[in-house]
């Protein structure tokens, strides 16, 4: 079965601290992304990496930068948080080529204090 | 700029009735759409998909349509049930990743 992991579902962090979400899958994809989702903004592009070490920056990277040392991890970082990074975060992954469909982990909500 | 757009924010029906939900896109080049559903503190899954060689695709309850012409496709749930209570969105492949519209959360109540 499928399976896409995040550290943690729920995370209070104050202004400032440095935070890291952790994602893991198991299914030996290539693709893994990072995006968060807001009430009326919908799913909204963070990073994305479709291979180990190589990283692209999707439609709101600002405030956050992403590590992928190996395959299966896919870590998002907020160098130093702000409360509007207060939101809920979605890891998936998907197969390299021609297969569109991601697989979502069970997201972490972020409280930024 | 939006290139998939979920005009409808949300949706009530009755249990037993048709869900009709709606999706409209701007990028002709488009070839490819998914829909997903969401529960409250869950990630999303995986619903139904469809290519633009066919105008629909069925899955059980699921129907999703494509009209192409109008840049339009529509998700139909029939016969609706309270469990498909959930925030549902659209997406389209931009080369390695998805762009998503930004959800019509619907209701079914019993």
């Known amino acids: 079965d499928v399976k896409v992991t995040q550290s943690s579902r729920y995370l209070v962090k104050r202004t400032g601290e440095k935070v890291f979400l952790e994602c893991v899958q198991d299914m030996d994809h290539e693709n893994m992304f990072w995006y968060r989702q807001d009430p009326g903004l919908g799913l909204r592009l963070i990073y994305f990496?479709?291979?180990?070490?190589?990283?692209e920056k999707g439609d709101i990277p600002e405030g956050y930068s992403v590590s992928r040392e190996k395959k299966e991890r896919f870590s998002l970082i907020l160098e130093s948080a702000s409360t509007n990074q207060t939101s809920m975060y979605l890891c998936?992954?998907?197969?390299?080529?021609?297969?569109?469909?991601?697989?979502f982990g069970p997201g972490t909500r972020l409280t930024v204090t | 700029d939006q290139q998939v757009k979920q005009n409808s924010p949300s949706l009530s029906v009755q249990e037993g009735r048709i869900s009709i939900l709606n999706c409209d896109y701007t990028n002709s080049m488009f070839d490819y759409f998914l829909w997903y559903k969401k529960y409250p503190a869950e990630g999303p899954t995986f619903l139904i998909s469809i290519s633009s060689i066919k105008d629909k695709n069925e899955d059980g309850r699921f129907t999703v349509f494509l009209n192409k012409s109008a840049k339009h496709l529509s998700l139909h749930i029939v016969p609706s049930q309270p469990g498909d209570s959930a925030v549902y969105f659209c997406?389209?492949?931009?080369?390695?990743?998805?762009?998503f519209g930004k959800g019509t959360t619907l209701s079914v109540s019993s």
């Open positions: 997406a389209a492949p931009v080369g390695t990743a998805l762009i």
């Open positions: 998936a992954s998907s197969h390299r080529q021609g297969i569109y469909e991601q697989y």
């Open positions: 990496s479709y291979d180990v070490k190589m990283k």
